[in-house]
């Protein structure tokens, strides 16, 4: 019964969590940071050949203007 609770509680505890991250506006740059660091995150799993510099610049090229 208690482990229930407590993960009843931690199931709360993230709903609220995520009830606040959603509040959050992310400016341009920090958005960048954030899609690069998601596609080196994945990318780097499948290859470990892949560089944070590698994904840097192909963002830049594919992000032009923005």
């Not at 709903?15 to 954030?34: D, F």
């Amino acid at each position: 019964m208690i482990a229930l609770q407590g993960e009843k509680l931690m199931t709360n505890d993230l709903k609220e969590l995520i009830e606040r991250a959603r509040q959050i506006e992310m400016s341009p740059a920090e958005l960048g940071e954030q899609r690069r660091s998601f596609a080196y995150g994945n990318t780097q799993i499948e290859n470990e050949l892949i560089t944070r510099e590698m994904i840097a610049s192909l963002d830049k090229k594919l992000h032009q203007g923005e």
